[in-house]
């Protein structure tokens, strides 16, 4: 439903138009007051009066607070004015039918088809009935035949071609901000993939280098410290790379394959948070088992657990308890400022800019959300006291479900 003005952004600018066309009006009809007989003087200044003041009323800015169609009231005054005209030239409309005109397309210009409707009756009093008047049942029926249905033909035409205009800049617009965004992704993921890839390549260059050139002076417990730091600086790579490749099979073919089997929880946390350099506790028994693929679960803790680290404060916990329908919460929480409000409807968007840190692409989150999905389960948020709690419900390890179709080896 098309509500605004398309010359602007509401109802003012479709009353200050109107006012200007009956400025003119009122210019028009103060010349033609010197050009009538001295009998239709006072009648001609009286509605050049009529539109002056309607038109000044049309600036008044007292519109901007009104509903978008209020300004149709402004076509009472306008058909007023043009009955009198056609009323005084004895019932001849002709220099009155171009004002009917550009008071159609106007409507079309400013409101939906189905205004023109609305003030056609209006308009065909103003314009047949003066010729009822002034008997000219010839030109009375001319007019109801042709002359009106034309101008309701004009608004229509005026304002479908403003919806289609309308739709098309919307559309532009939309093009425009998608290939912004495009290209704020494209800097987004140039950084993160400079800063993700090349400070564990260092390390690893660093530790290969070290071991390369050890000639036995090496301790075997140093010696296996630097093979460690190197496959934890190797396995944050591939993690990089495994996310971008499901942000890529996603948004391609809009499914994950999963390697579904019982894990035990507390194990699967110990092990994510080996690639965690600062502390994290864990609250939870040791029992707890989910129905999940081992390596994206790992993913989805680690994703939480550098979330966490990276936009709150310590302490972090990992907390999970089970929960009805065969599911089990894990809880990540921080004790930080949290997410803001206006933040947290886009947190799990793709290239989210809830995520200001310029290391971050916005991808972890959206992708948490889309592999606890595809396991039958959910990611949601909620603020802390202090702090926030990204809690992701996965399926028991004896839960019958399956997740959707599509997310299925």
């Not at 479709?14 to 009538?36: D, E, N, P, S």
Request: glycine share 6%; with cysteine.
């Amino acid at each position: 439903m098309r509500q605004w003005s398309v010359l602007g952004e509401g109802p003012i600018h479709a009353a200050r138009q109107m006012g200007l066309l009956l400025a003119l009006g009122a210019a028009l009809t103060l010349v033609k007051t010197v050009m009538v007989p001295a009998g239709q003087r006072p009648l001609f200044f009286g509605l050049a009066v009529l539109q002056a003041s309607t038109a000044a009323a049309g600036w008044s800015p007292i519109w901007a607070r009104l509903h978008p169609r209020a300004p149709l009231v402004l076509t009472a005054p306008a058909f007023v004015v043009l009955a009198a005209s056609i009323w005084a030239a004895g019932g001849i409309a002709a220099g009155a039918a171009p004002f009917f005109v550009l008071v159609f397309v106007w409507v079309g210009l400013h409101f939906p088809a189905r205004a023109a409707l609305a003030v056609t009756p209006a308009a065909l009093l103003a314009y047949l009935g003066p010729m009822i008047t002034a008997g000219r049942p010839a030109a009375v029926l001319t007019g109801a035949a042709l002359f009106i249905p034309t101008l309701l033909a004009v608004a229509v035409v005026v304002a479908r071609q403003v919806d289609h205009h309308r739709h098309d800049r919307a559309a532009l617009r939309r093009a425009r901000d998608e290939i912004a965004q495009a290209e704020r992704w494209r800097a987004a993921l140039t950084s993160t993939l400079a800063h993700d890839v090349r400070s564990p390549l260092t390390s690893v260059q660093f530790a290969l280098e070290t071991l390369h050139d050890d000639e036995g002076d090496l301790p075997a417990a140093q010696r296996r410290q630097f093979t460690e730091m190197a496959l934890r600086q190797t396995a944050r790579i591939r993690r990089l790379a495994i996310s971008l490749l499901d942000a890529d099979r996603v948004d391609e073919h809009g499914q994950l394959r999963l390697d579904l089997q019982p894990v035990p929880l507390r194990a699967a946390i110990d092990n994510a948070l080996v690639y965690v350099t600062s502390p994290v506790s864990v609250d939870m028994p040791e029992d707890v088992k989910v129905r999940a693929d081992p390596q994206r679960l790992e993913q989805i803790l680690i994703n939480l657990v550098t979330n966490a680290l990276r936009h709150g404060d310590p302490p972090i916990v990992i907390s999970a308890v089970p929960v009805p329908g065969d599911q089990v919460a894990i809880c990540v929480r921080d004790h930080g400022p949290g997410v803001p409000e206006d933040k947290q409807q886009v947190l799990f968007s793709r290239f989210s800019s809830a995520d200001a840190a310029p290391e971050s692409v916005g991808l972890g989150l959206w992708i948490t959300r889309e592999l606890a999905r595809a396991h039958g389960g959910d990611v949601v948020y909620t603020p802390a006291d202090p702090g926030a709690c990204f809690t992701v419900t996965l399926p028991g390890a004896e839960s019958p479900s399956q997740p959707p179709a599509d997310s299925r080896p």
